[in-house]
């Protein structure tokens, strides 16, 4: 390819728009543009590297005996009836009509596609288990798209879905595919990932995990225990604490807290350190209105993923507090707390055991000291709704030595029991002629997401330094002043040399300055450069540096094939062990 | 692959529904399965065919240097306002609104979005000419989806953009594509296919043709002359009649035809040919209801590309003929004839210079005869609203040679001119520091289309016939009673063997009667089949059959993995001499 015929442009401002360097880079290399909020179109550049990225993929699902099929991007309404998911998914799903007005969505996800296309081949035990995969357009209605192409609406996703006759082979094949993602990312160049639990929130089952680039661009938090190597999503993460006893246990007493309303105000104002309070933090079912109020240590904050998972059939919002509900705003305690029948009153487990707390006095102004749970609210029952903290409580090991990280979501891996299979009614008859269930995994990849995240993780101030085995090109060929025969004619030599060993060259011999010669081939951060110049030539030599600067240096002119040929492939190596180890 | 594990159902009888062989085949062979009207999943067989297909058009747009890109599905309204298609598409584009209440579309096509990657690129007069091409889902909203893959809503569609300084650049661009196509279907294995000249319809532009596989099942029309080569689509086939000269003028004359509506009925009675007869078809203006008559020739039809083209911005639908609209159905004629001032008059061609011919008399039961254009409507003008006939006269050598096909359309290529680049404002300095507007060439292959085109020109009763070079595997490996040691360590053993030569196996070892594995082996398609059977082992030989029974031969045991790549590889090299010559 000709440097020159490139579609695209290159330019050297940071776009103001442009939160994250993957995402200023790839807009100033020429390979996205924006086309709505969270739409891009692909340039040159990106496509090859997403379509390396998918034949990785693709490679390591054919491995674990994927087959890779395809469904639609625009699926029938009817067909998420089946699985509940029509009416319990929120504005992300798009839905609209078609022109006889039938009812469709587009798909964000393809569980009730991967049942609808095996249900009638599954119908036996001795079919299982199998895997389908495919890569196909998503379309998630995000209410905020961010950061280019971290958090987008419409993307290729990898979406793999696996069927089993019981819970144990389908642990077997989660851990075979969980080292099928492990090789994926190495082979990707990615060597920062970590694979955490997680919340299967929409997509229902038990077991989950993430796999996270750390970085702390990342909008995920994960708490990592370096002692024991417990990992999570924060969003699912167990909130350990302990509650130490005073010996001595205060009276109830309230207390006139004038404009104190936050819980700093309120400690600082009692000299009470905030794990010595309990605070509010109300919300109301969208619904009917009603409040949901949640009594929560004053040090901690509240998971709303966990909430959510509380309350599966229900959205909740942040409450509007007003006069009529008998709240008041800032001092609700839970003790003489004066609600309606229908609120509803939550206890997160950090209160358990509270003793001498400060809380809201339900009356404005005024907040109580000497709280003690046991003795004043002995019926309170406790769950965990509080997210875990730096410094706190390892869940697992129980030492106080977790950790909380950024980090970017870049794969998911799903046990889904039988959610879907129960209700889409998809059985098959087991060794005994009995009708089962079967028990499915999904396993999912966005190509689009995957390519920013290895930019962030591989870049300077310049531009991306793609990992050889996704980069857009694997050899950049730069003509420094191609006016000069001399130059000009070793360079279209080397340019046919290259690409007749099965190299991929990009090849740059425009009438333009090394300057902007080599900025752009910075943008573009393909791994292998070789430069020819009057000056080289003058030496006889050509120079071969890597993108990463590891290695410079100056060949023969006639050894200048073999040794990009070696080098190429040593990069290719070195990606290719770590995905082996 | 092992047949056992492969995911997808083959059954034996022809389900109803399809009307077509190849659709039939598909869905009996477990190639794709009904989603909704016009929307299908992919099972692997069919996944692996159009991946091939896609990986023959991608080598060949690559060769004329396309450069490959991605352009979003859902598509902001505004892009297509630019271009003036929002409105003037009709209820095929699919229009909704996402969260934000922001209209957005399903990219049927991709033209503005190529304007809207390329604007800025294309700034310079150097960077002409360019070619940017993707592969991607489409979706339009077909009113009558139908016959499987032909005719679908959503489908994956290869389309490219050429972007050129001059109409000669352009035409010369053209023509490269237009053989690159030729080698695409060559080495997708139709042999069939013809090129022709085409309606540019809602693309505009002026020049444009389309892939024909010529078969009986069709949905196009096309006119051909063996006489000169002559090949059109019959929609925007010129249609050339001629009216002799009796020599005698008749009087126009009001005959009482009682009962007699059409055309045959009124001939008939007057005892005059169709081919002496003017007709009447009646349209109405969608947006006013105006009426819009055309006059032509009784023998023939109305072609309403033609006629859709004369009102670029009004759609024309079938009149409905009220009491108060003056006209008599049935008896409308151009003589006399009584209509408001915003009613239409059309005259076909194939009227002029009519002479003694018979009309509706304007008035119930009422025709005239003695008809004579030149001086009963003098002021008629004519225009080529007709539909060529079988017989009828060439628009190119001017024989009475030209005969009707149908065909299947696989492949269009149009030149646009310069209708998005002016209507987006896309423009590029010329040497002269000129902007100017660019002017395009568009090209697109419906992926799944042309897979269902292959399978109706390569099949039997019993299955698809694949070109080796789409099949899904090359080899069909049966054994035949896996239950007997010996064929089943050989059948094995070919297996490895065939695989680790790099060969792409199909291995059915099931315990099932040959008749269903040949069956199902038939279904597939697959052009090499080796059976190994305990028969066959008895003599030391395993069988070589091809798919189509070409080729029928017994090999030692020794030497079949030898002949195997051999059959292959003449396989292979049969399809690609044809694509190359």
Redesign the interface.
């Known amino acids: 390819?000709k440097m020159e015929?490139?579609?695209?442009?290159r330019f050297k401002n940071r776009p103001s728009d442009c939160v994250i360097d993957s995402h200023a880079l790839m807009v100033r290399g020429?390979y996205m543009?924006y086309?709505?909020?969270g739409?891009?179109?692909?340039?040159?550049p990106?496509?090859?590297i997403?379509?390396k990225i998918e034949q990785i993929i693709r490679e390591e699902m054919d491995a674990i005996?994927g087959?890779?099929?395809?469904?639609?991007?625009?699926?029938?309404a009817s067909?998420w009836e089946q699985s509940g998911r029509y009416e319990s998914v929120g504005?992300?799903l798009?839905r609209?009509?078609?022109?006889n007005n039938?009812p469709?969505i587009?798909g964000m996800t393809h569980e009730e596609?991967a049942v609808?296309?095996?249900r009638?081949?599954g119908n036996s035990y001795a079919k299982y288990p199998?895997m389908?995969y495919?890569f196909?357009?998503k379309?998630r209605?995000e209410?905020r798209p961010r950061a280019g192409l971290i958090r987008v609406?419409?993307f290729t996703m990898k979406d793999a879905y696996s069927f089993h006759t019981s819970q144990e082979d389908l642990e077997a094949y989660y851990d075979k595919c969980f080292h099928a993602y492990e090789r994926i990312f190495a082979r990707a160049g990615l060597r920062e990932t970590i694979a955490v639990s997680s919340d299967s929130g929409m997509m229902g089952g038990s077991l989950s995990h993430e796999f996270m680039l750390l970085t702390p661009i990342g909008e995920d938090s994960i708490a990592i225990c370096p002692e024991c190597g417990f990992k999570s999503n924060v969003e699912s993460a167990e909130c350990i604490t302990e509650n130490h006893t005073d010996g001595a246990c205060e009276e109830l007493q309230l207390v006139h807290t004038p404009d104190k309303h936050t819980i700093e105000e309120v400690c600082t104002f009692l000299n009470m350190p905030p794990e010595k309070s309990c605070k509010a933090v109300v919300y109301q079912k969208k619904s009917m209105g009603d409040y949901v109020i949640l009594f929560i240590r004053g040090d901690l904050e509240a998971n709303e993923t966990k909430l959510t998972n509380f309350f599966p059939n229900e959205e909740l919002i942040p409450a509007s507090i007003t006069s009529e509900s008998g709240l008041h705003a800032g001092y609700i305690g839970p003790v003489n707390l004066n609600v309606n029948k229908n609120t509803i009153i939550l206890y997160d487990r950090s209160l358990q055991n509270a003793e001498n707390f400060c809380c809201g006095g339900n009356k404005e102004e005024y907040h109580y000291t000497g709280l003690n749970m046991s003795r004043d609210l002995p019926d309170a029952e406790y769950h965990d709704f509080a997210k875990a903290t730096d410094h706190g409580i390892c869940p697992c090991c129980k030492q106080h030595s977790l950790s909380i990280s950024r980090g970017i979501e870049i794969g998911n891996i799903f046990q889904l029991g039988t959610k879907y299979t129960k209700s889409m009614d998809m059985q098959y008859l087991d060794q005994n002629g009995k009708p089962q269930y079967p028990i499915m995994g999904c396993y999912g990849i966005g190509v689009g997401r995957l390519a920013a995240s290895v930019c962030e993780a591989n870049h300077d101030e310049y531009g991306p330094i793609w990992p050889i085995t996704i980069a857009p090109w694997q050899v950049h060929l730069c003509c420094v002043r191609s006016d000069d025969t001399d130059a000009r004619n070793y360079a279209d030599e080397l340019y046919e040399k290259l690409q007749s060993q099965g190299l991929e060259v990009l090849y740059d011999d425009r009438k333009v300055s090394a300057g902007i010669m080599f900025s752009d081939a910075d943008l573009l951060g393909i791994p292998v450069r070789l430069i020819v110049s009057p000056r080289n030539m003058k030496q006889q030599v050509c120079e071969i540096v890597t993108r990463d600067k590891t290695v410079q240096k100056q060949v023969d002119l006639d050894s200048a094939v073999q040794e990009t040929m070696a080098l190429v492939q040593q990069l290719l190596n070195s990606v290719n062990d770590t995905a082996s180890r």
């Open positions: 390819m015929k490139l579609v695209g442009e020429g543009k086309m709505a909020s739409i891009y179109s692909q340039y040159p990106l496509r090859r997403c379509r005996d087959q890779e099929v395809q469904f639609p991007v625009v699926l029938p067909l504005s992300e798009l609209f009509t078609d022109r039938s469709m587009l596609a609808h296309l095996a009638e081949y199998f389908i495919q196909q357009t379309f209605d209410a609406r419409e």
